[in-house]
Structure formats: C-alpha cells, structure tokens
C-alpha cells in the first residue's frame, strides 16, 4: 500500500464529495463517494492491507463529513477487512460484481448507522432515514462502476507485483 497516495486519494474524494455531491443528488438519494473508494480500494489491496486502508477512508468520511470521529473509521475497517478477504473468491473487475458489492456494503454501513439514530431515539427521521439510505445505497451502488475504474487508474494503491498476493 502506498500511503501517499491513498492519503492523496482521501482528500481528492472528501473534495470532489463536498464539491459535487449535492449537486449529483437525486432526490433524497446523495453519492457516498467515500463508500465507492473504501470497496474499490479493498477490492484492490491484500485483506490485511485492505482493512487498514479502508479504516483510513472511513477516517476521512468522519472528518469531512462531520460525522461523530471514529464510527466511520471502525465501520469502514470492519468493511475493508471482509471484503479484502472476499476478492479472492469473487471475480472483482466485472461490473456488475462491482455494483452488487457496493450495493451491499452500503446498505451495511447505511443500517449500522440507522442503528445509532434508533438508538438516539429520534422517531421523526427513523422513516426517513431508512427510505434515504436505501435510495442513496441504490445510487451509490449505479455510478459504482465507472468511479472503480477511475479510481484504480488514478491512484493505484499496490505495486504491480503486489496484485494478487
């Protein structure tokens, strides 16, 4: 893993996600692109790499997102960690594979926090949470993709000897 870089791509998402995210938005649906990276970079990475390197994604989420430090950090290393293990046992650069792995692993991420708003019990947006979520995961999961292959050409993460190890 080259650290630079992925620190480089950390900022290039959380700026494009600031910048252009809203303006992407359908409806209630808005692009998470730090869910794409996190699943392009695990997908890319050896599974004990791949854990680290989502963790570091998921750090960047909560801090130019404003979430709470740390929950994206834990559930995106959870995440990298699965999904590094997963690419061995699935063909990783076939688009639909793509999309149906981001579509799963966003809606893993969107009920892990749905969890905390029940568990904030705030009853007015459980409803709208959820609807928001599973739209935004649908989204998220359709550009999924196209941001895989610009991603990988644009900052790969592994040495070239490095890609099925």
């Known amino acids: 893993m080259r650290p630079l870089r992925l620190a480089g791509m950390i900022l290039v998402v959380g700026c494009f996600q600031g910048a252009v995210a809203h303006w992407l938005a ?7 692109f730090f869910v794409i ?3 392009s970079v695990s997908l890319s990475l050896r599974w004990e790499q791949a854990g680290l ?9 909560d801090l130019f997102l404003d979430h709470r430090l740390g929950t994206g950090a834990i559930l995106f290393f959870l995440l990298g960690s699965f999904l590094g293990r997963l ?4 063909f990783v ?8 792995v981001t579509l799963l692993a966003a809606l893993i991420l969107a009920a892990a926090q749905l969890v905390g708003i029940l568990l904030a019990r705030r009853p007015a947006l459980q409803l709208l949470a959820v609807e928001a979520a599973v739209l935004s995961a649908l989204y998220v999961a359709a550009i999924a993709p196209l941001l895989f292959r610009l991603l990988r ?7 070239a000897d490095d890609r099925l190890g």
């Open 37 to 39: 990276a996190a699943v």
């Open 26 to 32: 359908i409806g209630d649906a808005v692009p998470d």
């Open 153 to 159: 050409r644009l900052a790969p993460l592994e040495a």
């Open 87 to 90: 690419r061995t046992e699935i």
């Open 93 to 100: 650069e076939h688009p639909i594979t793509q999309m149906i």
């Open 53 to 61: 390197a989502a963790g570091f994604i998921g750090l960047g989420r």
